[in-house]
């Protein structure tokens, strides 16, 4: 079996208000990016901000500072959202060619490895906000947004990392990615949620029928767990033994969340090493080797033909 990935999700364009810990200058986040990449972690997945305001602000030359930043320091992957958000009090989010400018910019500066590409749309709902008349986003992602995503991957090289949010997300994406010849194979990254309505709680169902899909669609792609508002700690042992990996962070945690990025690798990268170690007969190595992602990152094949099917 290969080696576990452990991927660390530091912000996700959230507030201080709703994660005390969050990394939001360019200076802050490029530090703890450093730090977990210390810790264990092989990926780093980030989103720059205006400071001024704290929020999300997807701007090609802050993403290189922070990409610059935290590699002059450590061997990592790291890489940015696409445009998510909502605007002008609307409920869905902005689509359009403009959501993959910052990825572009970055992807021809040689900058990037990785790239956001999730193919699909849900409905993202708090539990507690519906009982509080919230309204809920629709998290759009146009066929056309999705292709736009997949041919700039094409093209520049760089290996998609489907968030999977419902089902029809993993077949759907699998389905796209025949008609990219020379696409690297995507990462199929299962997202759970407690908290949230959305596809699955973190349940081994769940995983069960993630994994029986993805022997279907796309055999013998990489796949780890994540997720929104939740812990996935209940299906990382499961996870290490069937070969996937884990992706922790604030972006994905409880909100108001008291641990820091750099506490989400040391347990998670404590708790999986060990389970590789009695997966593999006690020749388990350190979790979250960084070289091992960056050759799938630059010797992917394409996945083509029998590796996947409609």
Known sequence: MGKTWLEVALNGGLTRESQPHVPVSVEEIVADGIA???????IVHVHS??????????????????IDGIRSQVD?????????GTRGGSEVTVVGPERYAAVKALAERGLLEWTVCDPGSTNIALYAGLSRGWKSSVYVNTESDIRTGLALAEEHGLVPSYAIYEPGFLRLGAALAEHY??????????????????GFAPRDYALDAYLAMLQEYAAGAPWMIAGLMVDVTPL????VAAGGHVRV???????????????????AEGDCARRRIARDGGRG???GLTRRVRHFAEDSEPLLGAQCRH
């Open 249 to 267: 962070g604030l972006e994905d945690a409880h909100h108001r969340n008291e641990r820091t990025n750099v506490q989400f690798v040391e347990a």
């Open 36 to 42: 977990c990449v210390k810790a264990g972690a092989a």
């Open 181 to 198: 010849p020379s696409l690297k194979t995507p990462v199929y990254r299962f997202m759970f949620s407690d908290r949230m309505t959305f």
């Open 49 to 66: 901000y205006d400071v001024a305001t704290g929020r999300q602000k997807d701007d090609a030359d802050l993403y290189a500072r922070i």
């Open 76 to 84: 990592a992957i790291v890489y940015p959202t696409v445009i998510g």
């Open 285 to 287: 190595p350190r979790f």
């Open 236 to 239: 990382m042992a499961r996870t």
